[in-house]
């Protein structure tokens, strides 16, 4: 079956600039996760979905980063003026969402980011 | 803060042999530990969970154990192949509503 999807697989955008990643989850999967992760590091956590709603934002590092999932199965990672440390492999990933964060989280290919 | 460490160094071992990666964790008191395969240009793909109640677990050619008092996972791969190259993460979980900390992984080689 179809697994998590992730468009674009690379963006190149200059700093200051508006982009937008976006994840296809696997149909039925209700918990969307997005992650970063950069060369040499694991993924680290930046926001969990359950539904339409954000369960947790923690990891967002600052105002210029925000998500939306306003129908409960694709999400948008949204990132305003960019910055070179921006520069990172957003990756998302899904799961059941049945029992909470320990569900197998299905992991999609990643969208390299990198700012010029 | 909490952090995890594994394998500093690359690891490259002959096949056919076990393979041995570790997990270490500090400031951290885990409810359970993922371990996690990731191959270059694709997202993590899970492969093991165990919880803090269990000692060891086993799936295939792999193994995990969890010690919660020397606050380490041991991860074994038996009768390596080359198909096994690849950079594996353990994670780490304290409830089902916290996040996932994912160590940064260890680099496994496989030389045929």
């Known amino acids: 079956g179809a697994g998590v999807s992730q468009t674009p697989s690379n963006k190149v955008t200059e700093k200051g600039k508006y982009v937008e990643l976006r994840c296809d989850p696997i149909s039925g999967h209700t918990a969307l996760y997005w992650y970063r992760q950069s060369l040499g590091q694991g993924p680290e956590f930046l926001i969990y979905?359950?539904?339409?709603?954000?369960?947790?934002d923690s990891g967002l590092p600052n105002d210029r980063f925000f998500a939306v999932r306003p129908e409960g199965s694709v999400s948008t990672l949204k990132i305003q003026r960019t910055e070179r440390g921006d520069s990172a492999v957003y990756l998302c990933?899904?799961?059941?969402?049945?029992?909470?964060?320990?569900?197998?989280?299905?992991f999609g290919p990643g969208t390299r980011l990198t700012v010029l | 803060s909490q952090k995890i460490e594994q394998n500093s160094e690359a690891l490259n071992i002959q096949e056919g042999k076990t393979a041995t990666l570790t997990c270490n964790y500090t400031?951290?008191?885990?409810?359970?530990l993922q371990w996690y395969r990731q191959d270059p240009g694709r997202g993590p793909v899970f492969l093991l969970l165990i919880r803090e109640n269990e000692k060891e677990k086993r799936k295939e050619r792999l193994k995990v154990t969890f010690d919660t008092t020397l606050k380490q996972s041991l991860f074994h791969i038996t009768a390596s192949q080359p198909a096994d190259s690849a950079t594996y993460l353990c994670?780490?979980?304290?409830?089902?509503?916290?996040?996932?900390?994912f160590g940064p992984g260890t680099s496994l080689s496989v030389i045929p």
């Open positions: 994670a780490l979980g304290k409830t089902s509503y916290d996040k996932v900390i």
């Open positions: 979905f359950q539904g339409t709603g954000a369960a947790d």
């Open positions: 400031n951290y008191s885990p409810a359970y």
């Open positions: 990933a899904s799961s059941r969402g049945t029992s909470g964060r320990t569900d197998t989280q299905y």
